[in-house]
């Protein structure tokens, strides 16, 4: 059945391309909404991005017709911009005031009453927003298209449960002869007999790796059956993009890094590393704060920083020897990677939970041949206030890509940093 949704500001700078993702049903984009981007459209930051690439969208469909009386979208859907005039349409209730969220609630009031006999629904990603919404009467939402349901998020790993496999008859793994608790996509990997294996979706069959508890990268040696996982994918060329979810000192960052270091410096497969995290607002402009890009984004990569110092540690040197060499290690600002095309180097973007997954495209798309990009963060570890563990682009991507054999993901659980903070993370 058709439906009317009425599209919040925040919605279409999550996503601009999200009036196509709304079926065959109308899509109305109240007339406060398009005030609201173009005063968004001149920031520094991503926000003012997606803004433009708004209105770009918008322009282009004028072409195809009027759209204060309605456009047929591709996807069959009916869009139309609308502006009220209150005097003459409906009463404005008291309770209501002047503020964007509020002439958004009325524009969602006026078409239900004027269109009873379809459903009005509001879709915006403010919770507030739905709270209100719903405490007036008027349907809310979020924007549903690029959730993940977090507790079916792909584990990236998995384990026979069927009857005790002898391991040593077989060099290579058909998985049909194991009952796994995980769907085989590629590179997915398998922990069976105390060995780690990873899916080869060009053979059918799952293979030994090499990386072990024995295995040293950059002076560590995992310590449980995740963190193998984790540096295999790390460690592997073929593998340009590697996810790692997980909570707070499960080793995320430590692996990510000191994989990097034996990659750049050891292997010599990637010519520097580039670190970068989500600036929280996110593109917030850092230029008030003193020193290079290096000395202004340190407070917010301290954990990068302090694996760095412990890594180096390792090897009897200090981190400051490696970060004085700017062909080894680069800082990078996430609002100024648009348009760059990054070659042959190894990206870390922490905490990419703070990323929705329009800013991880845009991240994704800058690699450029021989680039690999590691993503780590804790979906339940938000500071994005419009986004959750369900709708952020960490959990997007590892959704999105798990039937590409160009990318693996580990879903790491066992908290190794200590056991006061493995506890807490349990039980706080």
């Not at 069959?205 to 193998?228: A, L």
Request: aromatic share 10%; charged share 25%; hydrophobic share 40%.
């Amino acid at each position: 059945m058709i439906k009317n949704y009425v599209i919040d500001t925040n919605v279409l700078i999550h996503d601009p391309r999200a009036i196509f993702k709304f079926q065959d049903n109308n899509i109305f984009i109240p007339f406060p909404v398009i005030e609201e981007i173009d005063k968004l459209k001149t920031r520094r930051d991503k926000v003012s991005e997606s803004a433009r690439s708004i209105n770009r969208i918008l322009d282009g469909l004028r072409g195809e017709g009027n759209l204060k009386d309605g456009i047929k979208l591709e996807n069959g859907g009916f869009l139309r911009v609308m502006a009220v005039e209150p005097q003459k349409s409906i009463d404005i209730p008291r309770y209501l005031g002047t503020s964007p969220d509020d002439s958004i609630l009325y524009y969602a009031m006026y078409i239900k009453k004027m269109d009873t006999n379809i459903s009005t629904i509001l879709v915006t990603k403010d919770l507030n927003l739905r709270i209100k919404a719903d405490s007036i009467g008027i349907v809310a939402q979020d924007y549903l298209s690029d959730k993940v349901e977090i507790d079916k998020l792909y584990r990236g790993y998995a384990f026979h449960t069927g009857k005790p496999f002898k391991t040593d008859e077989y060099e290579d793994i058909p998985p049909d002869l194991l009952e796994l608790d995980e769907s085989v996509f590629p590179n997915l990997y398998l922990w069976l007999n105390e060995r780690p294996y990873r899916y080869n979706g060009h053979k059918n069959v799952f293979s030994p790796v090499n990386t072990s508890y024995i295995s040293e990268v950059f002076g560590i040696r995992p310590k449980n059956y995740e963190q193998i996982f984790a540096f295999d994918a790390l460690l592997d060329p073929s593998i340009p993009l590697v996810s790692l979810v997980g909570i707070a000192g499960t080793g995320k960052t430590l692996l990510s890094v000191a994989a990097g270091l034996k990659m750049i410096l050891e292997s010599k497969f990637y010519k520097k590393m580039l670190v970068s995290k989500p600036v929280i607002p996110m593109g917030k402009d850092i230029g008030y704060l003193p020193g290079s890009i290096e000395d202004k984004m340190k407070p917010w990569l301290q954990p990068v920083y302090d694996n760095l110092e412990f890594l180096c540690s390792l090897k009897g040197k200090k981190v400051d020897e490696y970060l004085s060499k700017k062909d080894i290690i680069e800082v990078e600002v996430l609002s100024y990677i648009r348009g760059r095309s990054i070659p042959n180097q190894y990206i870390i973007i922490d905490e990419a939970q703070n990323l929705t997954p329009h800013e991880i495209k845009t991240i994704i798309t800058r690699a450029g041949e021989g680039t690999k990009i590691v993503l780590t963060g804790d979906p339940f570890q938000i500071d994005n206030p419009y986004l959750d563990n369900s709708s952020n682009g960490l959990v997007y991507v590892a959704s999105k890509f798990k039937g590409s054999p160009l990318a693996a993901h580990v879903s790491m659980f066992k908290g190794e940093r200590s056991e006061l903070a493995s506890k807490a993370a349990e039980i706080l």
